[in-house]
């Protein structure tokens, strides 16, 4: 079995979890997607699958969200393969690699949303491959591009490039020294923003935080992957900082060995739960508190534990108690 991505570690991985680039894109000659007739939909749905398999060492399984149970298609939410709101209407098709680096949604609020996942700190290394991809599709679909607006896309804010270049960080000396409001506001200055995981109107779980352009006219993509780079650079450096006066702080031991003994012994955790104790664990793991668990076991728990991907896992639907218990089980037996 192929192993997936977020279950290894990347460059800067002390504070970067993963690194994501996203290219939307539209097909000529078609509507976009809200406008599209079902016939429409799946003559296009044909067109990019009969793309990618004419694409030479491109080896992507097709899904249609149609034929999906709800608990697979809330789980490719939860691993990032997919929106919210592609997962809401399942009139959409999913290519998916087997690692799950490579994904491409079709039909979403734009024809296409190629997507590529990394771990750690890698946008150049993301941005080439989701390039290449792009490349090689444009050659056989050719997409909708205007000298002035660049590639044109059905919401005003991805015209030009149509490029999302995000990272996963993991802040939590910064949240808890109550700075992270200030550097939203900070970099948001500079064309970026500050969500929680799952982007726009969402919350931060376990101190983990997505960060983005926002600028995608007027720029190209070259000098918006060194924007997000260099701000990303200046914020862990701030982090370590801040990290440096946490580990002096009494508690802090205290908290990380007890987050380490509950994540060890407890026979129930809510999601909630077990992303904070996590959190705690993987700055125990970075600060060299603990020895004896590895930052890849944390990567593979933090995609393996919500709760879809936890029913797929056991290929039918759980009771939110019995999610906890089998939540609980799955982390002692990587603590082991």
């Keep these: 079995m192929t192993e997936k991505w977020y279950r290894q570690c990347g460059e800067q991985s002390e504070m970067v979890i993963s690194t994501r680039i996203r290219l939307a894109r539209n097909v000529m000659g078609y509507p976009f997607p809200n406008r599209m007739t ?38 490719m939410v939860e691993r990032h393969l997919i929106s919210y709101d592609f997962a809401k209407q399942q009139t959409g098709a999913l290519l998916l690699s087997p690692d799950e680096r490579i994904s491409i949604m079709i039909c979403e609020e734009d024809h296409l949303r190629i997507q590529v996942l990394g771990a750690g700190l890698d946008l150049e290394a993301a941005y080439k491959m989701a390039d290449l991809v792009e490349t090689a599709l444009d050659e056989r679909l050719h997409f909708a591009f205007d000298e002035r607006l660049g590639y044109l896309t059905q919401c ?38 500050i969500r929680g995981a799952y982007g726009e109107g969402t919350q931060a779980q376990g101190a983990f935080y997505q960060m983005s352009n926002q600028v995608t006219l007027g720029i190209s993509e070259t000098a918006a992957i060194e924007n997000l780079n260099g701000i990303a650079q200046q914020i862990i450096k701030q982090e370590q900082a801040a ?11 205290d908290r990380v060995w007890r987050s380490y003994g509950l994540l060890k012994y407890a026979r129930s955790l809510s999601n909630e739960e077990a992303l904070k104790l996590l959190s705690n664990l993987r700055i125990g793991i970075v600060s060299g508190l603990i020895t004896d668990v590895s930052l890849e076991v944390v990567s593979a728990l933090l995609g393996d534990i919500h709760p879809g991907c936890l029913m797929a896992q056991a290929g039918e639907d759980l009771t939110p108690e019995s999610r906890d218990k089998r939540r609980a089980d799955l982390v002692r037996a990587a603590m082991m």
């Design 38 to 75: 079902d016939e429409q939909r799946e003559e296009l749905k044909r067109a990019v699958r009969e793309a990618v398999e004419q694409i030479g060492g491109l080896v992507l399984e097709y899904i249609e969200l149609r034929d999906c149970e709800q608990r697979d298609i809330l789980a």
């Design 243 to 253: 990290r440096e006066a946490m580990l002096s702080m009494p508690q802090f031991e």
């Design 156 to 193: 005003p804010t991805n015209l030009g490039t149509g490029m999302r270049a995000s990272l996963m960080l993991h802040l939590p000396a910064l949240q808890e020294r109550g700075a992270i409001r200030q550097l939203s506001g900070n970099v948001s200055k500079l064309g970026l923003t």
